[in-house]
């Protein structure tokens, strides 16, 4: 029986490595107008949407809350 070569997409062993940073992602969603917005915002604190979304909620990280 031939070994099974694997190539592109979805091969065995490959995908990101590890780095030890665990991150969960969410979704919001709004009117075209309010995200708009909501970018402006971030952008003007030189910050990403994340980023002033924590901080608008008083979120710092590592918070256990």
């Known amino acids: 029986m031939a070994e099974k070569k694997y190539s592109g997409y979805g091969y065995h062993g490959g995908g990101r490595k590890a780095t030890g ?3 969960v992602s969410i979704c919001i969603s709004g009117q075209p107008e309010q995200i708009e917005k909501l970018k402006q915002q971030a952008a003007a604190e030189n910050m990403t ?3 002033y979304i924590f901080q608008q ?3 710092e990280k590592n918070d256990n809350k």
């Open 21 to 23: 940073i665990k991150r």
């Open 49 to 51: 949407v994340s980023a």
């Open 57 to 59: 909620a008083n979120i």
